[in-house]
Nanobody
Framework: QVQLVESGGGLVQAGGSLRLSCAAS?????????????MGWFRQAPGKEREFIAA????????YYADSVKGRFTISRDNDKNTVYLQMISLKPEDTAVYYC????????????????WGQGTQVTVSS
């Protein structure tokens, strides 16, 4: 069972920045297993469907972004900490949502239902 824990959400003014973290449990992720996974970030605003934001393939650092966040959000990873980050700059009120980390094997996809493992989410609120 994969366990993911997000942190770093909060309240920020429009134009500000936040960095979200997603830590994978060392008890469930061996180094070799983790290296074959894709880590994704999604968000869900009230009354809206869960939306793909970005993903990174652990093995080769391949990344993919939604058009809505390109140039403002950056996904990265830390091998030693088994942690994935989402650096967000130039935040807008429409970025307000609960942000989720997710994991799946091998292939980057943008469909939430194709990710079997999810964190509990962290709230990001951007005030105007």
């Amino acid at each position: 069972q994969v366990q993911l824990v997000e942190s770093g959400g909060g309240l920020v003014q429009a134009g500000g920045s936040l960095r979200l973290s997603c830590a994978a449990s060392e008890r469930t992720f061996s180094s070799s297993t983790f290296s074959s996974y894709v880590m994704g970030w999604f968000r869900q605003a009230p009354g809206k469907e869960r939306e793909f934001i970005a993903a990174i393939r652990w093995a080769d650092y391949n990344t993919y972004y939604a058009d809505s966040v390109k140039g403002r959000f950056t996904i990265s990873r830390d091998n030693d900490k088994n942690t994935v980050y989402l650096q967000m700059i130039s935040l807008k009120p429409e970025d307000t949502a609960v942000y989720y980390c997710a994991a799946r094997p091998l292939v980057i996809t943008t469909t939430p239902t194709e990710y079997p493992y999810w964190g509990q989410g962290t709230q990001v609120t951007v005030s105007s």
